[in-house]
């Protein structure tokens, strides 16, 4: 995807459009997302690891197994459904790992039909569409470090298991090593680092990561056709 500053971006004529009307909200299979939202999303896609491309661990939300398929149901999703990354596309952050410099993407709408919305009203101010994709971006970024901080404890103590798939299916869709939190873990390793008020948003995360488990199976049958 090319990168394009927020300075750049704005002094252009630039029209956005509802996420739908981009491909990465109907076909981006592995989104990173925060821990915020890890509860809603994991009542329907597992919520897990995976490695980036630097090798670090990234929480992320596997959204279908083909990369080259639609995902699976979600033309009829309301755009809140989405995880925050997708509801603020085509802005995103040039490092996403690290959450830093907002830009904008330079993706051009699936359905040229969409009228879109300019970014600025004619006196500079952000127009609603535009304050709600930073908003999800804001929304993203708001736990970061108490997403790092977790993500480095279950690694670093080991307290983590790999994510069990069918070797034809890990072949078959080419999908990266997963990982998730031990059933069971010692929590005081866990907690030792996350600041006491992030607590509860911490377990939650936990007891939602580990019931997101259970829908993948209704992943692998829609990837292969048949019933969950």
């Not at 009829?76 to 995103?92: I, K, V, Y």
Request: hydrophobic share 45%.
């Amino acid at each position: 995807m090319a990168y394009e500053s927020w300075d750049t971006a704005t002094r252009a004529a630039l029209r956005i459009y509802d996420p739908f009307s981009y491909r990465p909200a109907l076909y981006e299979r592995i989104v990173p997302i925060s821990l915020s939202e890890a509860l809603p999303l994991a009542e329907r896609y597992p919520v897990i690891w995976r490695r980036d491309l630097h090798g670090d661990p990234e929480l992320v939300v596997l959204r279908g197994l083909d990369a080259k398929a639609e995902i699976p149901g979600a033309r009829a999703q309301s755009r809140l459904a989405l995880p925050l990354l997708l509801q603020a596309f085509p802005f995103r952050f040039r490092d996403t790992a690290r959450g830093t410099e907002i830009g904008v993407d330079q993706s051009a709408p699936m359905r040229e039909g969409d009228a879109g919305s300019y970014i600025h009203d004619p006196q500079g101010n952000l127009l609603p569409g535009a304050e709600m994709k930073l908003g999800a971006l804001e929304a993203f970024q708001a736990d970061a470090d108490t997403r790092l901080r977790l993500t480095a404890a279950v690694f670093r103590h080991g307290l983590i298991e790999p994510v069990v798939l069918p070797d034809e299916i890990v072949a078959k869709y080419d999908l990266p090593d997963f990982f998730v939190v031990l059933p069971f873990p010692d929590d005081a390793l866990i907690f030792e680092d996350i600041p006491y008020e992030h607590w509860p948003l911490t377990a939650r995360f936990l007891a939602a990561q580990r019931m997101s488990l259970y829908t993948m199976g209704r992943l692998i049958a829609a990837a292969e056709g048949t019933a969950a």
